[in-house]
Nanobody
Framework: QVQLVESGGGLVQAGESLRLSCAAS???????MGWYRQAPGKQRELVAA???????NYADSVKARFAISRDYTKNTVFLQMNSLKPEDTAVYYC???????????WGQGTEVTVFS
């Protein structure tokens, strides 16, 4: 069992930046770590993910603005969000996934609101 706790959300103006953190209760070395978001009335969508090898994937809507990173020494994953737009407003969730053993864990979410 891995517990995930997100932090760093808030209310910001368009064009500003936020850095989200996801602290895991155990080693994340073998997990694919992802950030998802869910806007009101919409489905949850993948924002960014980093696999154990280090390869990263981003949603087209956030490429060149967001960056995912991880610190294995602290079992923490980050999402640096720059040039925020009102359409980035959502609850952001951290996810840890490992196909071996069918492990799939979610955090409680952190809210990001971007106003113009």
């Amino acid at each position: 069992q891995v517990q995930l706790v997100e932090s760093g959300g808030g209310l910001v103006q368009a064009g500003e930046s936020l850095r989200l953190s996801c602290a895991a209760s155990a080693s994340i070395y073998t997990y694919t770590m992802g950030w998802y978001r869910q806007a009101p009335g919409k489905q949850r969508e993948l924002v960014a993910a980093v696999i154990p090898s280090g390869n990263k994937n981003y949603a087209d809507s956030v490429k060149a603005r967001f960056a995912i990173s991880r610190d294995y020494t602290k079992n923490t994953v980050f999402l640096q969000m720059n040039s925020l737009k009102p359409e980035d407003t959502a609850v952001y969730y951290c996810n840890a996934f490992r196909s071996v053993g069918d492990h799939n864990y979610w955090g409680q979410g952190t809210e990001v609101t971007v106003f113009s």
